[in-house]
């Protein structure tokens, strides 16, 4: 194994220790749905790269936060089916029955689905209706704020569903997942680059998925590295926080084709991190797009979260076309609690950074011009 991969494990490792030994920093009680971090099983045909072993049941014991269906209708037996990735076809019912047993014996739970979906919509929310399953679901209205886990909670609003693709005419309770998530161009690197776009959604969107984590097979039989730095915790967590302090996105969901327990300590660890977390304005309103200087290609809507790893030293500077901020940018030295910083935009006057300028007349710009392009002096007015 090349050193600078042993390296930076050594670098990386305290981080976990530090992580794991915090008390809880998070209220869940203000803890947001956006800011929340999942495990989510892949257990559809349509995107996968090695097959699920455990049933439904036994990854809800394991309290896994979500799941991915390819559901399809077979309109001559009236069934609905979800497609397994080796193909099968098997009956959607049971899990159905399984995910409403699991929120009436889980009250402070929450469930996220993501649907691949091959029948009518009208269909799908019949058998959600039948099981009484419509009054779990979350309505997410357009440019609000997610609810806080508490609010849903109370509210029992515990069940989000987004579809994987465009829906023409869909129930609000439907969510299409890329008007609300981004997913980073995949990666196995420990401390992967970000480029500055998503191989899918927009960067304003405030929710994010992370698949690196689902190598296939004949990668790591042709490379065993893959297989050392998957089964350990610091490689895992050192991928998901680069990922996150790149992005200013908390990495809400982590797919996983076939679940790890690893995965499960390496959330806990994730959501044990301090955070840094605001909002950029203009007139009370979020901007949609905000650069951060500094930061790798880091490119956000006026909502932002960056972790806190112990050490840091943290400096936010946005930046947008057209605006100046209050403040200018901050500094933070090695913070040891979590912080809210807000900036606020105003539009930037025609004059602001202007040096020096000159009012010519016509006769005058064509003499500056000619004598410009000639590289002479320009007589003073």
């Keep these: 194994m090349p050193n600078f991969f042993l390296k930076r494990r050594l670098l990386i490792l305290p981080f976990l220790l530090y992580a794991i030994s915090l008390p809880a920093q998070i209220d869940d009680k203000t803890l947001t749905y956006d800011q929340s971090i999942q495990i989510v099983s892949n257990l559809s045909d349509v995107s996968y790269q090695r097959m699920e072993k455990k049933s439904v049941a036994q990854l809800l014991e394991r309290h896994v936060g979500g799941f991915r269906f390819h559901l399809l209708w077979d309109h001559e037996g009236s069934q609905l089916y979800y497609k ?31 649907l691949d979906l091959d029948l009518p919509i009208d269909t799908l929310q019949k058998v959600f209706v039948e099981r009484d399953l ?33 829906i023409y005419n869909k129930p ?8 609300y998530a981004v997913e980073p161009y995949f990666s196995l690197f420990e401390a992967p680059n970000f480029l500055g776009e998503f191989l899918k959604g927009d960067p304003k969107n405030d929710l994010l998925i992370i ?25 895992l967590l050192s991928h998901c926080l680069t990922i996150w302090r790149n992005t200013g996105k908390v990495p809400n969901f982590i797919f996983l084709d076939q679940y790890n327990d690893r995965m499960n300590s390496v959330v806990t660890s994730l959501t044990y991190f301090n955070t840094i977390k605001g909002r950029v304005t203009f007139n009370r309103e979020l901007l949609d797009y905000v650069v951060w200087e500094g930061r790798e290609n880091c ?8 972790p806190i790893v112990p050490g840091d030293k943290i400096t936010l500077r946005p930046s ?58 320009v007589s003073p007015l």
Excluded at 97 to 110: Q, T
Excluded at 349 to 355: K, P, T
């Design 84 to 114: 397994m990735p080796n193909g099968q076809l098997k009956d959607f019912n049971p899990v159905i029955d399984e995910i409403s047993i699991y929120l009436k014996e889980n009250p402070e739970r929450i469930l996220t689905l993501f």
């Design 134 to 166: 419509l009054k779990y679901f979350h309505k997410q209205l357009p440019n609000r704020d997610w609810p806080t886990l508490h609010e849903m909670v109370q509210s029992q609003k515990r069940l989000v569903l987004f579809t994987m693709e465009s």
């Design 172 to 179: 609000d309770w439907l969510h299409n997942v890329w008007n």
């Design 211 to 235: 698949n690196d984590f689902n190598i296939p097979s004949n990668r790591v039989e042709k490379n065993p590295v893959y297989i050392i730095d998957q089964n350990t915790n610091h490689y």
């Design 299 to 306: 490119q956000t809507s006026g909502k932002f979260v960056f």
């Design 320 to 377: 947008v076309p057209g605006f100046s901020f209050t403040p200018e940018s901050v500094f933070f030295d090695e913070p040891t609690t979590s912080l809210v910083q807000n900036f606020v935009a105003s539009p930037l006057e025609i004059s602001d950074g202007l040096v020096a300028y000159f009012l010519l007349s016509a006769a005058q710009k064509t003499k500056a011009s000619i004598k410009t392009m000639a590289n002479l002096p």
